[in-house]
């Protein structure tokens, strides 16, 4: 992640009228009211003028305060309509109000009456003063110190602040591991950290060589961009922004306009993202900062989710080679194992499962009969029936599968290994090896079993020809509450075509 350039950084805007600094006065007195506004009339601290609001009691001053949060200096009397008046509303101010970032300058013309050290000692206050002492030069020392704190104390709590929306945002960020749902995310928090109500879209773009793409197609999008997903941005975004998308993609930076970002990510793949967030108001000095935190975060967890998919990937390499590896030796075909991965995950949706479950369904399914590596090739491959042995020994598959799997702490693999031993059950306990029946036999087992067959029928073995569609969904409907459970049979039919096209998109 590069460092922004100095020359993306905003530009000087029109002189405009600055907030003021709010400044209260609380004393009984109408001349000290007086006497303070014409010493700070013109009075001005980092370019910004006073606000002075006056209050002459302490019930007054609540009340403006409650009103006034961002209040940054009070000038406070000790004696006002009791002789503690000011003394107590430091503590309301503190205790009640719950505002510790204004700061609190003490004006006494009694000192006797609350001694400095033990003022200092007991409230929350920041500065104390003799009203005699208290010349026109000091009290503009007193209020540049007094203001100069209040920034630097706002502008550590918007750091703070901007940080927690950062972490907030990052952690959404790296806790999503789908690249579907990687883009929409970072796209939702980095609406909510600039302030976009219309929303933001992503292209990504995997360009050999750093070759300009023909088309920046839009692979995520939120709000009003919602309507670009899977078109081309170049021909539904302004031509000013498309110039940005171009720049970004040719300079690998980000591109900071007065109107829009589009910033910048790749991998070491040299797969690039580009997101884009239209209609945003500029960034201060602060939210620049804090872009940059998010951004660097955004790459990292970017690099991280191409490593975990490349990971994934070459791991569900070995499991399908794996399963390959014990099909082929019944001569089967590798996308038979992958066909019924597939199935299983459909109808575990479609029977209500939750997604990551399905998911693993997916992924362990395949290794359902992994137990046939153990098998003798005689037996594996024979052609006829098998006599009463041979029948045994094959039968010890589900076990062997098992036996194989259940050794690992993953979960994939914990399931394929309830897989392997249960898919050979039957619904009325009827099946091997262990004759469960019903709801005892594990959902997993019930479903693969469904989808083994289901694939099995269809596709040509060494001692049958596949299956007409019809005559599988015949035998399916036979075998209901016998072979199979009853509520899985209605689904699949219920959905049959689903099924029967994903033969058509992965033939043998």
Not at 105 to 132: C, F, M, S
């Amino acid at each position: 992640m590069e460092v922004l350039e100095d020359r993306l950084e905003f530009a000087e805007e029109p002189v405009r009228a600055l907030q003021p600094w709010k400044v209260l006065i609380v004393d009984d007195e109408p001349e000290v009211h007086n006497v303070t506004r014409l010493v700070l009339g013109n009075f001005r601290f980092a370019e910004r003028p006073l606000l002075l609001m006056s209050a002459y009691s302490s019930r007054e001053a609540e009340k403006l305060l409650a009103q006034h949060e961002d209040t940054a200096v009070v000038l406070l009397d000790v004696v006002m309509e009791s002789e503690q008046a000011g003394l107590e509303l430091v503590r309301t101010i503190r205790e009640q109000l719950g505002n510790h970032f204004v700061r609190i300058v003490l004006r006494t013309g009694q000192p006797g009456q609350a001694p400095e050290h033990e003022v200092i000692a007991a409230y929350d206050i920041n500065d104390y003063k003799e009203k005699t002492e208290l010349t026109a030069q000091k009290l503009a020392t007193t209020l540049y110190a007094a203001l100069r704190a209040y920034r630097d104390m706002r502008t550590i709590e918007a750091n703070r602040r901007g940080l927690e929306h950062v972490i907030h945002a990052s952690t959404q960020v790296f806790s999503h591991h789908q690249p579907q749902q990687f883009a929409s995310i970072v796209l939702g928090q980095l609406a909510n950290l600039v302030g976009v109500e219309n929303g933001a879209l992503c292209c990504r773009i995997s360009a050999p060589n750093g070759v300009m793409p023909d088309h920046f197609n839009v692979a995520a999008a939120t709000g009003d961009y919602s309507r670009y997903l899977s078109r081309n941005a170049e021909e539904r975004l302004p031509g000013h922004v498309v110039q940005s998308l171009r720049a970004a993609f040719q300079q690998k930076h980000h591109v900071f306009a007065e109107d829009h970002y589009v910033l910048h990510f790749t991998d070491s793949h040299d797969t690039e993202a580009l997101l884009y967030v239209g209609e945003s108001h500029q960034l201060d000095e602060l939210g620049h900062r804090l872009m940059q935190v998010f951004c660097t975060n955004v790459a990292i967890a970017f690099e991280n989710l191409h490593l975990n998919q490349e990971l994934f990937e070459t791991q569900l390499d070995m499991v399908y080679l794996l399963a390959g590896a014990a099909e082929t030796r019944s001569q089967e075909t590798a996308n038979h194992v992958r066909r019924v991965g597939i199935l299983a995950g459909m109808l575990g949706r479609l029977h209500g499962l939750d997604e990551k479950t399905c998911e693993f369904l997916t992924y362990a399914a395949p290794l359902h009969d992994i137990g046939k590596i153990g098998i003798p090739d005689a037996i594996l491959n024979k052609p006829g029936p098998h006599d009463d042995d041979e029948s045994r020994i094959m039968r010890s598959h589900a076990e062997l599968g098992a036996k194989l799997l259940s050794g690992s702490k993953r979960t994939v693999f914990q399931l394929a290994g309830e897989i392997a031993l249960t898919h050979h059950e039957n619904w009325d306990g009827s099946g091997y090896p262990r004759q469960l029946a019903g709801n005892d036999i594990p959902i997993s087992g019930r479903i693969t079993a469904i989808a083994d067959v289901f694939d099995a029928l269809g596709s040509r073995r060494c001692y049958k020809d596949p299956w007409p569609d019809h005559a599988i969904r015949h035998f399916l409907l036979e075998e209901r509450a016998r072979k199979f459970d009853p509520a899985l049979v209605d689904l699949m039919v219920a959905n049959w075509q689903q099924f029967i096209e994903l033969r058509k998109q992965l033939p043998d």
